[in-house]
């Protein structure tokens, strides 16, 4: 009950709006640390256009992916893996920041 209180408290709507901006906030952010580093070295398979991609970002890692993996748990993201190459993160609204979708992405190209 009190889970559903905080939901209603925030509102469905409100969540679902900051869902689709910190999604597409990370993916800004894995593309943009990719570009300053002139490197290509992930590229986003879920597709670009919010409507259609939910609340996560499956980035596949074109070298070392299971190393990068661990390190992004090491340093505290839950993520998952993926078989044979491929990272997935889901910023939730109700607890992730701005800062957390930044952070994960410096993590992730590091």
Do not use: H
């Not at 952010?29 to 919010?50: A, L, W």
């Amino acid at each position: 009950k009190a889970s559903l209180d905080i939901f209603d408290k925030a509102g469905i709507e409100n969540l679902r709006k900051k869902s689709e901006q910190l999604t597409s906030f990370m993916e800004y952010c894995v593309y943009d640390n990719m570009k300053k580093k002139g490197s290509e070295d992930f590229s986003i398979i879920t597709p670009s256009t919010v409507a259609d991609r939910g609340a996560q970002l499956s980035i596949i890692a074109k070298e070392n992916g299971k190393d990068i993996f661990n390190r992004i748990i090491e340093n505290g993201i839950v993520a998952d893996w993926r078989e044979p190459d491929v990272i997935r993160v889901a910023p939730v609204p109700l607890y992730n920041t701005y800062e957390d979708a930044y952070l994960f992405a410096k993590i992730l190209s590091a």
